[in-house]
Every structure is written in C-alpha cells, then in structure tokens.
C-alpha cells in the first residue's frame, strides 16, 4: 500500500520501512522539520543503495540480502554463523531467524511470480501512471498553506508531493518544494511579489493578511 506516512512498532517507517539508524546509514535526513523516509523518491534511492550494500555483502546471493533487509545484516549473519550454511533456504528450515524475515522472503518471490503471471493467477492489475511535478525552489522558511494558496490549490495537494516535510513548514532556508505539474510559472511570480520583510510561514499563522492581499485580492 502506498502510504509514505507508514510507522510500524518498530519505528521503521515510509514505503521502504527505514528505521532511523538505516535511514542516516543510507542518506535520508532526519530532523525537526524533515523525515526524508517518508520521501518516495529519496527513499527509493536509499533502499536501492542499501540493497546494493546486502547483495555485495552477502556475496552476491539476493536471498540472504532480501533477507537482511527485512531483519538487519547482523541477525542474517548470525544465522549463518549458528547453522554453517549461506543459504537462505537452510537457515529458514534451521529455524534461526525471525519468523517474520521467514514469511518476508517467500512473499517477494511470490509477488515476483504472480506478476509476470497475472492472467495465471487470476490477477489483472494496471500500473498506475508515473507521479508527476514541478519542482520550486524556495528561498526562504514558508508555510505549505501560503505555497497551496500561490498554487491555486489545496493544501493537502501540496502534503501529498511533499510527504517528507514533518510540519506545515518547509525547513529554514532554501530548498526544493514540490508543485502540480503546470503551477511552477505561476507559482513563482506570485512568490515574487511577497513582501519579503517577515518571513513568509508568518503570514498566515498569525492572521496577517494584509500585506498578503495585496498578491491576493479579495482575501479576508
């Protein structure tokens, strides 16, 4: 399920299930304002480098690293050293790991299987199209409400491309703000035109609308 926000028991969160300490191994920051396993893209790339480290380090064998993915390079390490065999099928009959790291495996390469043969198991699943944007570069802290508002669109539009941001704030000074597709011209006119002598996320917070009016007539 797609579900960036995801936290499990065990603090492993985002589509990719990173703990803190992985996610810091493998580049994904996290902090006050920003918790980038929540980040599809960033995450992505994180688990691809990291899945990369398990295959090299398991000696090419992705059964092991699938598995040390799921339970931590350390316990399938283990379980190798307790049995005497690098094998995934061994050391799953052995009983020396995790029963969730048993069951996880097998279900890859279940899911591999029924989808390169969907018409055999009764499944006619149509991929969803690529997520498109356009990226904004912000110079400043700004709250996601004024961004939605310079958009033209919701707020919860403006969460959903960013589901890496913690707060209802990008994080202090610039970075990159993800926007709907076709927004980036206009978003960054009206961006232009704030008066830049308070900090943008004040704005709104505070019911100051006044200088924001004169961007946007006929606000309250």
């Given at each position: ?28 920051d996290q ?16 688990a ?13 064998d ?6 040390a ?83 033209g ?8 491309l ?59």
């Open positions: 399920v797609w579900k960036p926000a995801a936290l499990s028991s065990a603090a492993a969160k985002g589509i990719w299930q990173f703990i803190p300490s992985t996610g810091r191994r493998f580049g994904l902090d006050y304002y920003v918790d980038q396993r929540s980040d599809p893209e960033q995450s992505t790339r994180a691809a480098r990291y899945l990369k480290f398990l295959y090299n380090y398991f000696a090419g992705w059964l092991l690293a699938m598995a993915y799921n339970s931590g390079e350390g316990n399938v390490s283990k379980a190798i050293a307790r049995s005497g065999y690098a094998d995934f099928w061994e050391i799953h009959r052995a009983g020396f790991l995790p029963n969730e790291t048993r069951n996880y495996v097998p279900a890859i390469l279940s899911v591999i299987i029924v989808s390169h043969n969907q018409k055999r198991y009764g499944f006619n699943v149509t991929p969803e199209q690529p997520l498109t944007y356009d990226l904004a570069k912000l110079d400043s802290q700004t709250d996601l409400s004024v961004a939605a508002d310079l958009c669109v919701s707020e919860d539009t403006i969460r959903d960013n589901p890496q941001f913690r707060r209802n704030l990008t994080p202090p000074g610039s970075c990159a703000l993800r926007i709907p597709t076709g927004k980036k011209k206009d978003f960054e006119t009206a961006l232009g035109k704030v008066d830049k002598s308070r900090p943008v996320n004040m704005l709104f917070r505070r019911g100051e609308w006044a200088q924001y009016a004169l961007i946007r007539p006929g606000k309250p």
